[in-house]
Nanobody
Framework: QVQLVESGGGLVQAGGSLRLTCAAS????????MGWFRQAPGKEREFVAR????????GYADSVKGRFTISRDNAKITMYLQMNSLKVEDTAAYYC?????????????????WGQGTQVTVSS
């Protein structure tokens, strides 16, 4: 069992930066693939970024590629999402997710564990 807690959301102006943190519990965290998803009001939850168990393989949605960076520190049992050059359309609740498989794609159905989310609001 893995429990996930996100933090780091907030209000930021367009062009600004935020770093989200996902703190995990559970001794098997280092073997799990992880991901970030987001959900804006009235929209479906969508894939943002993913990272394999070791951090050597990452993937991004086209909408955030070149602006967001996903990383993890298995020693600290923590995952991060560095978000730069934020846009108004990045406004959403951001969720971290984990899967017992060491590698995962962007399909949210492949992720078994979810955090409660942290709100990111980007103003113009």
């Amino acid at each position: 069992q893995v429990q996930l807690v996100e933090s780091g959301g907030g209000l930021v102006q367009a062009g600004g930066s935020l770093r989200l943190t996902c703190a995990a519990s559970g001794r098997t965290f280092s073997t799990y693939a992880m991901g970030w998803f987001r959900q804006a009001p009235g929209k479906e939850r969508e894939f943002v970024a993913r990272i394999n168990w070791s951090g050597s393989i990452t993937g991004y949605a086209d909408s955030v590629k070149g602006r967001f960076t996903i990383s993890r520190d298995n020693a600290k049992i923590t995952m991060y999402l560095q978000m730069n050059s934020l846009k108004v359309e990045d406004t959403a609740a951001y969720y971290c997710a984990a899967t017992p498989f060491g590698y995962a794609d962007g399909d949210r159905s492949n992720y078994a564990y979810w955090g409660q989310g942290t709100q990111v609001t980007v103003s113009s």
